[in-house]
Every structure is written in structure tokens, then in C-alpha cells.
């Protein structure tokens, strides 16, 4: 029985998923037409998947970039994309107050491989600049990282001055954007050659796939392309298609995050149990004039100081109501860690305090909750955890579900 190229519903709304792992040919003459691109179609499913192709093009176009990857997690697209890029004896230098694995990956694991990367401090922006043209050395350096803005003080650079330092044929700037994401910045059109996510964050918005990217000029991302093809670093179906589908409520939600998170960030300065905010819509912040140049919003995601011991700052944590505990932010879902106990508790007090990660650190992502019931549930906590030291809250010990902590979230959120 003759086999037939069976064509899907084209011409759906929502484009459909391909979970296909291989594909196949009528004959031989069909494959070589192929080859020389005269047929478009998939080959294998390491390779090509139509549903990757759907949301690799659409982030292409909301970061203004030629073309586009996606890949299973944001840690992914930056490995890949480092490794398709550097060679032995390179060195790297990359901001140094930034997501801890992307240190792990830079000090431990590309050493490995002969290619010496440098951490500069960017909490400093003259002090950052200064240490920038010292360890620059456009003999040697082939990428230049930054995280902007950063984790968990969204930290900035100044893009234009690193642009100017560099040799542009021998250095290439990428830039993770993923605590900004396409709507708020866009760092290829300020002199970056290559923009990363992590999708699993705002892209994705929802919380239930992970996923990452990179995005920039064609010639550029198919050199990662064909390094994606051998290390297998490729995402499902189904998760490009959730990203695909997520992409579309971007702007609305960024819009959302944008209000509350600087009404938030405003009524958390001025509380007296709060002694400073990390926010960079807010001018108490220290790069708050970078921020007026580079971004056009700020987020939902804030990091904030409490006044008091790391006792307290556990109570208060512990005593929140409506965000769930947890490292993920971009979502529907609040969000709250105390970063010395969440996501840096393998880190010694040392390497901690080098990346300003206090004891008193906590950052929180606002998911689309009315900022009303987030303030009204912080001032709650701080409340009880200076009321009762040395206690666990009952209401926050309590083993029955929270408003918000249960999964069910009908009717918490504002948008």
C-alpha cells in the first residue's frame, strides 16, 4: 500500500503540536530535493519540529532578531550557547552578582575545557567599568556575559560603555534578559549580539513547562544550531507549544507585573521594617539611571532587606500567606524565598556576603494577585514576626490549605 504525506489542518488558529521523534521520505529523489532545500519538511526529530520552529519565529520577532533557538531550560541556552561559541584559550569575562549556576557553569565547569572566565562585580557601575577595561583583553576575550538585570538585586551595565571597550570582530556581547524579558528591554538594539531567557519565567508565565532561548543575527545561531544538534539539547513538542502559547499573553501580563511591582516596591520602601528595596523602577535604586536609559519597566519581581535578625526575616517568610515558597518567578503564582536559605544555602557565609546576598535578603514575584492582597498579606507577616520571636506563627504552621498556597487560585488574581 503506497504511503501518503498526510498534511495537518493548516489552516487551525492554533497551530497544531508535532511530538513526531522522526519523519520520512516518498523515495531517495524526494530526500536529495531535500537536501538542496527545494522541499521544506523535517528529517529527524533531534533536528526539526515544526512546533519549534512556530516559537523560535515568534521570539525572533519580539527581540527583533534574524532568527532564534529554543532549548529544554534557560541554563541550557546559555551552556550551548557558550560552548558552541568559545574555544580553548579564550577567557570570558561576565557579571559576577548574578544566578549562582551561571557562576558554577563560568568558574568550574568551562575551566575544564581551557577557556578562563573572570566575574566582575556590577553592584559599583564606575567600579564595574574600571575593572572592565583592566581584564578586557580583546586578544583572548571571545564573549562578554552579562545578566541584565540581575538576580536577585537587578543590577544593570552600561551596555554603550561595554560596546565601546570591545573589539567587535573579536568579542561577542550576550546579554540573559530573562528579569526583564522582550517587553522591558531589549538588548540587541543597545549593542548586544545575542539575547537569552529562560522561558520557564516571564515567557512562559504559567508556571508548568520549563524552556529556554537565544536569539540574534542568522549566521550566529545557526553556529549554536548545529552545536544543539550534537549535544541533543532540544526541547518537546509540547513544551514549545505552551511557550508559543504564552508568548501571545506577554504583553498584557508584563503590564500587569509592571503596575503592581512598582506599587509594591513603593509601599515596601516606605515601610519602616523594611531598610531597602531592590527594584530599578524605584530612584533609591543604585542603578536607577541605567534603568531610565535601557529598560521601559521593571517587573514583578522585587528583592528587599528587612530590618531586623535572620531569625525574623525566616518568620516572616514563613508567615506569608498568599505567595507559595519557592525559586520560580514570571508566573501567575506569588513567589518568596529567603535567598541565604533558599536558593545560596550551599554557599559559605564568604561567598554569599561577596554577592551581597544578606541573611535579611528576600526576593518576591507578585504573580498577577491584586497588589492590595500582597501588601495587605506583608504587613500581616511583619507583624508577626516581630510580635512573637522565637515562635512559628499557627497560622502559617497550620497543616490546612492557605488562600493561595493550595493550588486553587480562582479569583486571587487581578487579571
Known amino acids: 500500500m503506497p504511503r501518503i504525506l498526510k498534511t495537518p489542518y493548516m489552516n487551525a488558529v492554533v497551530p497544531p ?31 526539526d519540529n515544526p512546533t519549534w520552529l512556530e516559537a523560535e519565529a ?26 558552541a561559541l568559545a ?71 552600561d551596555l554603550d560603555y561595554i560596546r565601546s571597550v570591545i573589539d567587535p570582530e573579536r568579542t561577542r556581547i550576550i546579554v540573559d534578559s530573562t528579569f526583564a524579558s522582550p517587553e522591558n528591554f531589549q538588548p540587541l538594539r543597545h549593542g548586544a549580539d545575542l539575547v537569552l531567557h529562560s522561558c520557564t519565567k516571564y515567557l512562559g508565565g504559567h508556571g ?12 550566529t545561531i545557526e553556529k549554536i544550531q548545529l552545536y544543539r ?25 508584563m503590564a500587569h507585573f509592571n503596575k503592581s511591582g512598582l506599587a509594591i516596591a513603593t509601599a515596601l520602601e516606605a515601610n519602616p521594617m523594611v531598610s531597602r528595596v531592590y527594584y530599578t523602577g524605584l530612584e533609591s535604586h543604585p542603578h536607577a539611571a541605567l534603568a531610565r536609559r535601557y529598560l521601559t519597566g521593571h517587573g514583578g519581581v522585587l528583592s528587599f532587606e528587612l530590618d531586623c535578625g535572620k531569625d525574623e526575616v525566616t518568620r516572616f517568610v514563613d508567615a506569608l500567606e498568599v505567595p507559595f515558597m519557592g525559586t520560580n518567578f514570571g508566573s501567575h503564582h506569588a513567589m518568596v524565598e529567603q535567598c541565604a536559605e533558599f536558593t545560596y544555602y550551599k554557599l559559605s557565609g564568604e561567598e554569599r556576603a561577596d554577592i551581597g546576598i544578606t541573611d ?12 492590595a492582597l500582597i501588601l495587605d498579606d506583608i504587613d500581616r507577616a511583619l ?19 492557605r488562600i493561595a498556597r493550595t493550588g486553587s487560585q480562582v479569583g486571587q488574581f487581578s487579571i
Request: with cysteine; net charge negative; proline share 5%.
Open 17 to 47: 503540536i508535532s511530538v513526531s521523534s522522526a519523519y520520512y521520505f516518498r523515495d531517495t529523489e524526494e530526500f536529495r530535493r531535500y537536501k538542496e532545500g527545494e522541499l521544506s519538511g523535517g528529517r529527524y526529530g533531534r533536528y
Open 58 to 83: 515568534q521570539l525572533a520577532i519580539m527581540e527583533g532578531a534574524e532568527a532564534a533557538l529554543i532549548f529544554p531550560s534557560g541554563m541550557s541556552a546559555v551552556s550551548n550557547t557558550v560552548c
Open 87 to 157: 574555544q580553548q584559550g579564550d577567557s570570558i569575562l561576565y557579571t559576577g552578582c548574578a544566578y549562582r549556576n551561571l557562576r558554577t557553569f563560568f568558574n568550574e565547569h568551562m575551566s575544564r575545557f581551557g577557556v578562563k572566565a573572570h566575574a566582575i562585580d556590577q553592584a559599583n557601575v564606575d567600579q564595574f567599568n574600571t575593572d572592565f577595561s583592566r581584564l578586557y583583553d580583546p586578544e583572548t576575550c571571545s564573549l562578554v556575559f552579562i545578566e541584565m538585570p540581575s538576580n536577585p538585586h537587578m543590577y544593570l551595565v
Open 208 to 219: 508548568d513547562f520549563l524552556a529556554g532561548c537565544v536569539c540574534g543575527d542568522a549566521e
Open 229 to 253: 544538534n550534537v549535544s541533543g539539547a532540544v526541547s518537546d513538542g509540547m513544551s514549545a507549544f505552551l511557550l508559543s502559547r504564552s508568548l501571545s499573553s506577554l504583553p498584557l501580563r
Open 360 to 371: 535579611t535578603l528576600v526576593r518576591m514575584t507578585i504573580g498577577l494577585h491584586d497588589p
Open 383 to 401: 507583624k508577626i514576626a516581630r510580635s512573637m520571636p522565637g515562635v512559628v506563627p499557627m497560622k502559617a504552621a497550620a497543616t490546612a490549605p
